[in-house]
């Protein structure tokens, strides 16, 4: 059985961190994985001086993969500054799957929040 | 039905500790029987040279498996020799077309296609649209499940139809197309267009004669019907080759006739004339072999075959609770199946990839996605659908493992 269908993650699935628009975002950005349909919009508010990430929301559908690493990175970017952030790659969210390697059938579903907030932060 | 699993060894093999392998993912390639696999070995184990322009055995034996070859998939399909260009893959096929012919496209000119054509037929036609000025149409569905002949007749009434491509069998849907119907709408309506049939989903399945069917091209793909990756085809009626409608579209060595410094003339061959550079002999042989297998086994005795797991897997899916079976229920039409190849479905509650992981995890090859469709997906308003296809290894015993498999997806998405 493949590690990403454990309890854990089934549970974060079911009810993930930060779902919704967040009322005052700054910045909006779109994810799509168009081969396999995950559809992820991430919402970013940033803190005064614009260095910060202060609060994250984020929406859409996707499969177990790409929901549940998007909850976990939605929770672990609040407070960190951009540049950290776009530092990160898939060791950031790893450990909190019990996972030393990334599975390449699914790298793309895994991703897709990274590379959506990431892709934000370049665009500002 | 038959049994050939035996000649097929990749089949034999357990994946995740202990499960058997069952592949359901014919559809995207289809497993390779010993025959095939042997045909290459031997190949370049014995015979491998390059073919013509050398005198010695080796040059002759690769020269006489290539054209042998050529000859007997053509006559399986029921065309000539001259009228197969062999091409990688069913893609570079469609791509044939669009650059051999399609600068008989112009201005105005209406390229029709359909909502549920795999993006080979698609968007090499959204690109030779833009580059002539052409206007691309796309005839929509029925039901989520067929063409919509009337709105196929209006468009080739409406005028300017220059080329009509379109599926025999979707390779989302499974839905075969009525391809005698609408070739006749074409004979009436547009009487000078030319007809592209993509045979990719209905070659492994069906019996298929290019010149009774009447159209002017067949694009198919050998390694879904047994064959090794990387030899399909194009099947160009003559008449367009010889009177030049049909221009070759790779240029340089083996397809000319005299080279100059500034011109050059082609060859007179057909076959030499659009096969540029060094063929791939081996896969063509093994292409070969695999024709000459599904002939032993009789096209007639394949379709029904496959037509009797379709039924199948469609009757045991619509059975399980939360999921969507996709596409026309399964029966014969004017004497032939209704739709080929595979059933596809949607999970109410868990999306197609984690429902292809986790049948996977049981020892269940099936794809999840769009499968190359996504105008069709964006238009029934599905995310992505997960597919089972088969092929002629397949048995019922394949589908009950999969069904066996979703008591793994209720087990941990619950009910």
Not at chain 2, 181 to 198: E, M, N, T, W
């Given at each position: 059985?493949?590690?990403?269908?454990?309890?854990e993650?089934?549970?974060?699935?079911?009810?993930?961190?930060?779902?919704?628009?967040?009322?005052?975002?700054?910045f909006?950005?779109k994810?799509v994985?168009?081969?396999?349909?995950d559809?992820?919009?991430?919402?970013?508010?940033?803190s005064?001086?614009?260095?910060?990430?202060?609060?994250?929301?984020?929406?859409?559908?996707?499969?177990?993969?790409s929901?549940t690493?998007?909850?976990?990175?939605?929770?672990?970017?609040?407070g960190?500054?951009?540049?950290?952030?776009?530092?990160?790659?898939?060791?950031?969210?790893?450990p909190?799957?019990?996972?030393e390697?990334?599975?390449?059938?699914?790298e793309?579903?895994?991703m897709?929040?990274?590379?959506?907030?990431?892709?934000?932060i370049?665009n500002? | 039905?038959?049994?050939?699993?035996?000649?097929?060894?990749?089949?034999?093999q357990?994946?995740?500790?202990?499960?058997?392998?069952?592949?359901?993912?014919?559809g995207?390639?289809?497993?390779?029987?010993?025959?095939?696999?042997?045909?290459i070995s031997d190949y370049y184990?014995n015979?491998?040279?390059?073919?013509h322009?050398?005198?010695?055995?080796l040059?002759?034996?690769?020269?006489?498996?290539?054209?042998?070859?050529?000859?007997?998939?053509a006559?399986?399909?029921?065309?000539?020799?001259?009228?197969?260009?062999?091409?990688?893959?069913?893609?570079?096929a469609?791509n044939?077309v669009?650059?051999g012919?399609?600068?008989?496209i112009?201005?105005?000119?209406?390229?029709?296609?359909?909502?549920?054509?795999?993006?080979?037929?698609?968007?090499?036609?959204?690109?030779?649209?833009?580059k002539?000025?052409?206007?691309?149409?796309?005839?929509?569905l029925?039901?989520?499940?067929?063409?919509?002949?009337?709105?196929?007749?209006?468009?080739?009434?409406?005028?300017?139809?220059k080329?009509?491509?379109f599926?025999?069998?979707?390779?989302?849907?499974?839905?075969?197309?009525?391809v005698?119907?609408?070739?006749?709408?074409?004979?009436?309506?547009?009487?000078?267009?030319?007809?592209?049939?993509?045979?990719?989903?209905?070659?492994p399945?069906?019996?298929?004669?290019?010149?009774?069917?009447?159209?002017?091209f067949?694009?198919f793909?050998?390694?879904?019907m047994?064959g090794?990756?990387?030899?399909?085809?194009?099947?160009?009626?003559?008449e367009?080759?010889?009177?030049?409608e049909?221009?070759?579209?790779l240029f340089?060595?083996?397809?000319?006739?005299?080279?100059?410094e500034?011109?050059a003339t082609?060859a007179?061959?057909?076959a030499?004339?659009?096969?540029?550079?060094?063929?791939?002999?081996?896969?063509?042989?093994g292409?070969?072999?695999?024709?000459?297998?599904l002939?032993?086994?009789?096209m007639?005795?394949?379709?029904?075959?496959?037509?009797s797991?379709?039924k199948?897997?469609?009757?045991?899916?619509?059975?399980?609770?939360?999921?969507?079976?996709?596409?026309?229920?399964?029966?014969?039409?004017?004497g032939?199946?209704n739709r080929?190849?595979?059933?596809s479905?949607?999970h109410?509650?868990?999306?197609?990839?984690?429902?292809?992981?986790?049948?996977d995890?049981?020892g269940?090859?099936?794809?999840s996605?769009?499968?190359?469709?996504?105008?069709?997906?964006?238009?029934?308003?599905?995310?992505?659908?997960?597919r089972?296809?088969?092929?002629?290894?397949?048995l019922?015993?394949?589908?009950d493992?999969?069904?066996?498999?979703?008591?793994?997806?209720?087990?941990?998405f619950?009910k």
């Open positions: 059985m493949t590690d990403f269908y454990q309890e993650m089934i549970a974060e699935f079911k009810e993930p961190q930060n779902r919704g628009k967040i009322p005052d975002f700054n909006e950005q994810g994985n168009a081969s396999c349909g559809d992820l919009v991430v919402f970013l508010k940033l005064d001086d614009g260095l910060k990430i202060e609060n994250v929301g984020w929406d859409g559908q996707g499969c177990v993969v929901v690493s998007m909850s976990v990175l939605s929770e672990k970017l609040k960190k500054t951009l540049e950290e952030v776009l530092g990160w790659d898939e060791n950031n969210l790893l909190f799957f019990g996972m390697e990334l599975n390449k059938a699914r793309k579903c895994f897709l929040g990274l590379r959506t907030v990431q892709k934000t370049k500002i | 039905m038959f049994d050939v699993k035996k000649d097929f060894p990749i089949l034999n357990k994946i995740h500790g202990d499960k058997k392998l069952i592949y359901l993912d014919s995207a390639t289809s497993q390779k029987p010993q025959q095939v696999i042997d045909a184990t015979d491998n040279s390059n073919v322009r050398g005198v010695h055995v040059s002759d034996r690769s020269t006489q498996a290539w054209e042998e070859s050529r000859e007997t998939i006559s399986f399909f029921g065309a000539l020799p001259d009228e197969f260009i062999v091409t990688r893959n069913t893609t570079e469609t044939g669009a650059y012919w399609g600068h008989n112009g201005k105005g000119d209406v390229i029709v296609s359909t909502a549920i054509e795999h993006h080979a037929n698609l968007v090499v036609w959204q690109e030779i649209a833009k002539a000025g052409a206007t691309l149409k796309v005839v929509g029925k039901n989520k499940a067929e063409l919509d002949l009337d709105e196929f007749e209006k468009i080739l009434k409406a005028g300017s139809v080329l009509v491509a599926n025999h069998v979707s390779n989302s849907l499974g839905t075969v197309s009525p005698s119907k609408i070739v006749g709408f074409v004979k009436k309506h547009a009487p000078s267009a030319r007809i592209l049939l993509d045979a990719a989903q209905s070659a399945h069906m019996p298929l004669d290019f010149h009774d069917m009447k159209i002017d067949m694009a793909g050998g390694h879904k047994l090794p990756m990387g030899a399909a085809g194009l099947l160009v009626r003559k367009l080759l010889e009177s030049g049909m221009r070759p579209w340089g060595g083996g397809m000319i006739d005299q080279v100059g500034q011109d082609y007179d061959n057909l030499d004339r659009f096969t540029a550079g060094t063929p791939d002999v081996a896969s063509v042989r292409l070969a072999v695999a024709c000459e297998y002939a032993n086994l009789g007639d005795e394949v379709m029904e075959h496959d037509f797991l379709v199948y897997a469609y009757e045991k899916l619509s059975e399980i609770d939360n999921l969507e079976v996709i596409g026309l229920k399964p029966e014969m039409v004017d032939a199946p080929l190849g595979s059933v479905f949607i109410k509650t868990v999306h197609s990839h984690d429902l292809a992981q986790i049948i995890s049981e269940v090859a099936v794809r996605g769009h499968h190359c469709t996504m105008p069709l997906h964006v238009a029934c308003g599905w995310v992505a659908t997960t089972a296809s088969f092929n002629v290894y397949s019922k015993e394949d589908i493992a999969l069904i066996r498999a979703f008591k793994k997806v209720e087990k941990i619950g």
